[in-house]
């Protein structure tokens, strides 16, 4: 009897879809299942195709919305106030391409538009499996269905479009074991903070992530998206969990999901890491320890927990991104004051964030000063919210409720901070200016934004205790 060879779920996924093997000297052919596009990396690859004679080669595995430069405001008239013309042309641009190649769009006419990475789960077109890419760096969050999910530049936007393959040197392997009873208070958003904290913002370079351990097969799909979407921000390439009952109660009955679907999800089980089977990394968090999460710096890496003190700089670099968040080294961090909240994202954007926030926020007022502003993933995101009178509890607490958009997570659209303020942002990156020049941007979850928002300062949820009448 021949030797059984042990396999991890990417290896499987990965096996399934190469179409040329990797050699010393070249990188693998990868077979792309979804292709996923937006307004903002297709505009030279669609000139590209149209320069070379070239269609798109499978319009039915492209799926398109529009969603970083769209207005999460309308004027009186129904009319978007488009923060330039540019980005306005911009929109129109995708929905024409997409139109005249054939391509599924969500734009404003559609019941489903919204953040890429939000609105392909909820069509059920990412699935166990799968090969996935988009022109955006987040693609990481569809690996929460056991998908290999990941980023790509324009010019490999064009050559998904043109052959529905791509170039691609394969990652080793990395598990992250978070295993425990996470304490009250402690979300999803914290786990994958604290596990950024841990192995480095350049840990995870070359390495395919597979979270692992009782805490991520505990979690909701949207807790698993939101820790899958920040796998980026580690350096690996894409981010995966093992598809379980979670996943098949989730994808049921969706637009895309298979007719067959319970040979389907025999299927997606068998991808599950075999028992034995090696990694080239592995690291283990203990739940116990993972507390509510905060960032300090100026990258995703330089996160804390909310209830200690800054850690001192090491280097250069730390101490520039001190200065600019006005903060030092031995401070606490708690009680900073603060001038915006942001909820919303492709991390943090969907129905359990928002009736996380909504629950702090529920008969309580955003401090006066504080500008507070909750941007729903999706269309379908919106009306179900606004069904469950959460979009009532935001705006009865002063927020402000928005339409479905990436909106402040860059502020492509307008949506931005004053330079100086300081952003409670429920979003992925706070890079030095993402959120407009000069403006400061602390990580958190929707919990502690809602919590900062009630107060004015930087705010541990686990002392927000009393639900207010």
């Not at 019941?111 to 166990?128: F, S, W």
Request: charged residues 20%; negative net charge; glycine residues 10%.
């Amino acid at each position: 009897m021949g030797l059984v060879m042990l396999k991890t779920l990417f290896d499987k996924v990965w096996e399934r879809h190469v179409v040329v093997p990797q050699t010393p000297t070249n990188p693998a052919t990868l077979y792309i299942d979804l292709h996923l596009i937006h307004e903002v990396t297709t505009p030279q690859a669609f000139t590209v195709l149209r320069e070379r004679g070239l269609k798109v080669r499978r319009p039915d595995r492209t799926l398109a919305t529009i969603d970083h430069s769209t207005p999460t405001l309308k004027n009186e008239d129904g009319t978007r106030p488009y923060v330039t013309p540019q980005a306005e042309a911009q929109v129109a641009l995708l929905l024409a391409n997409a139109e005249e190649h054939g391509i599924e769009t969500h734009g404003w006419d559609s019941d489903h538009r919204g953040i890429v990475h939000v609105m392909g789960p909820e069509l059920g077109a990412t699935q166990p499996g799968m090969t996935i890419v988009c022109g955006d760096s987040h693609t990481s969050t569809h690996g929460a269905f056991g998908a290999i999910a990941f980023g790509i530049g324009t010019t490999q936007v064009g050559h998904v479009l043109a052959n529905q393959c791509i170039l691609m040197p394969k990652p080793k392997t990395m598990a992250i074991h978070v295993n425990g009873e996470l304490d009250d208070g402690v979300t999803a958003k914290d786990v994958i903070l604290a596990i950024i904290a841990k192995i480095g913002i350049g840990g995870g370079t070359g390495f395919a992530l597979e979270y692992c351990g009782n805490v991520f097969r505990d979690m909701t799909m949207d807790e698993r998206m939101t820790v899958c979407n920040m796998s980026i921000e580690a350096g690996a390439r894409c981010g995966m969990i093992a598809p379980d009952q979670t996943t098949f109660n989730y994808l049921k009955g969706r637009k895309f999901t298979p007719e067959n679907f319970y040979e389907a999800c025999e299927d997606w089980a068998s991808l599950a890491t075999d028992t034995g089977a090696k990694y080239d990394r592995e690291v283990h968090l203990k739940a116990e320890d993972i507390r509510p999460m905060v960032t300090y710096g100026t990258h995703p890496g330089m996160a804390m927990p909310i209830d200690a003190l800054i850690p001192t700089s090491k280097n250069d670099a730390d101490e520039k991104a001190l200065e600019y968040m006005k903060v030092k080294g031995g401070d606490a961090i708690a009680g900073t004051p603060i001038d915006r909240v942001f909820i919303g994202s492709c991390t943090n954007s969907r129905m359990d964030d928002l009736r996380a926030a909504a629950n702090i926020l529920k008969g309580r007022s955003v401090k006066s000063g504080v500008i507070a502003i909750v941007v729903p993933g999706s269309e379908n995101i919106k009306r179900e919210a606004e069904a469950e009178g959460l979009h009532d509890i935001f705006t009865q607490a002063g927020a402000q409720w928005r339409e479905p958009g990436c909106s402040m997570c860059l502020g492509m659209n307008g949506d931005i901070g004053a330079p100086g303020e300081l952003i409670v942002s429920t979003s992925n990156r706070n890079f030095a200016g993402r959120q407009g020049p000069g403006v400061r941007t602390v990580l958190a979850s929707p919990e502690t934004a809602a919590a900062s928002a009630i107060t004015g300062v930087i705010t541990d949820p686990r002392t927000i205790t009393e639900r207010a009448a």
